[in-house]
């Protein structure tokens, strides 16, 4: 089991910033892949970024690729997403989730074994 508690979450501006953490606990020696997701309200869970634990490699959705950055800190088993120029579209509730084995890009809900309890992301115009 991998337990993932996000934060950073918050009430912001158009145009701020924002960094969100997911730290990692349990047996994280299983994570191959990690990603974020968000929720919008009245709108099905979406990708948002995603990235491999031990190379790097990353993925993006394309509406976000400009603005987000997905990076981790494996020492600290911290996932972080970095969000620049929030739009009031940005918003909703933001997920970590890992996925345990190897898989190319996974971007689909299913493609992930264990998730976060989300934090509120809200963007106003």
């Known amino acids: 089991q991998v337990q993932l508690v996000e934060s950073g979450g918050g009430l912001v501006q158009a145009g701020d910033s924002l960094r969100l953490s997911c730290a990692a606990s349990?047996?994280?020696?299983?994570?191959?892949?990690m990603g974020w997701f968000r929720q919008a309200p009245g709108k099905e869970r979406e990708f948002v970024a995603g990235?491999?634990?031990?190379?790097?490699?990353?993925w993006y959705k394309d509406s976000v690729k400009d603005r987000y950055t997905i990076s981790r800190d494996n020492a600290k088993n911290t996932l972080y997403l970095r969000m620049n120029s929030l739009k009031p579209e940005d918003t909703g509730v933001y997920y970590c989730?890992?996925?345990?084995?190897?898989?190319?890009?996974?971007?689909?809900?299913?493609?992930?074994?264990?998730w976060g309890q989300g934090t509120q992301v809200t963007v106003s115009s």
């Open positions: 989730a890992t996925r345990r084995t190897i898989r190319a890009a996974p971007t689909l809900e299913y493609e992930y074994d264990y």
């Open positions: 990235i491999t634990w031990i190379g790097g490699g990353t």
């Open positions: 349990g047996r994280t020696f299983m994570m191959y892949a």
